[in-house]
């Protein structure tokens, strides 16, 4: 898919999505959520411990 296709679909404009993969602006988590939505992805968190990780699951 070209990105300007992408884009649209996700709702965000060309340039804040070539930023968004090259790692460069500033943009909210509602940005880039909606650039990884298609994908079932959102932005988080995650313990950095293993153990803490499996505790919170349980």
């Known amino acids: 898919m070209q990105q300007a296709a992408y884009a649209d679909l996700v709702s965000v ?4 999505l070539s930023e968004i993969e090259n790692d460069k602006g500033n943009y909210s988590v509602e940005i880039v959520n909606k650039a990884f939505k298609p994908f079932g992805l959102v932005v988080g968190l995650v313990p950095a411990s293993k153990t803490l990780l499996a505790s919170l699951l349980e």
């Open 13 to 16: 404009s060309r340039k804040t």
